[in-house]
């Protein structure tokens, strides 16, 4: 495993949109989730959001997830630095957003663990998986584990953020903004350097299964 050195975080790196801090949660709230983790990939959409003990609330939740979860999608790793260590989670809901300027934006629970880490370093790298990594995306998933154990990886040229080797592509990023959307955030980031490989077959998945495009 290869590590790169922790890099200071400006009050505002560049890039940030000035009032992009405004949109994020309190420290309190932040430092909440902390805690015990909790899962860091949802297979379908709102898998780990508590339903109401109703029937109709518990059958137009299971219609929701259903139908979303019929919507074939990449699967990325996002990835950053926290206390000079690597940080990364597992996530679906990417895309682009913007080509002026270069916006992308993912979208993790409030849930998540991995994401105050990354939302406090105020950077992040999304890797492209690739058709022979769902065992990675798995590890990145799981809780309780040194999730970059055995995992080669190099520091972004822009953040230092990890770039997993195998994957098909990146794109670096600075925070450019956060809003807050029902149980999940919005997060936009700023491009500020990007690279293809020559990986060819992306990691899909697909009504709760990783697929490929074979």
Known sequence: MSSGAHRGTPDIPDGMSSDARETWPSPELISSWLGDAGYEFELRPGEDVEIPEDPEAQA?????????????????????????????????SFSSVSLEPPLVLFIPAKTSRAWPLIQRSGRFCVNFLGAEQ??????????????????????????????????????DCTIHAVHEA??????????????????ADPLLFFQGKYRTTD
């Open 60 to 92: 137009a939740a299971r219609q929701f997830r259903d139908v979303l979860g019929r919507f074939a999608s990449g699967v990325t790793v996002v990835t950053s630095t926290s206390g000079g260590e690597p940080v990364g989670m597992t996530c679906q």
């Open 134 to 171: 769902a065992e990675l995306s798995n590890q990145m998933a799981s809780r309780g584990v040194d999730k970059f154990a055995g995992v080669d990886w190099t520091p972004s040229a822009a953040t230092g953020s990890p770039v997993l080797a195998g994957t098909l592509g990146h794109v």
């Open 182 to 199: 029902g149980d999940h955030y919005v997060v936009l980031g700023r491009v500020l350097e990007l690279a293809s490989s020559d990986v």
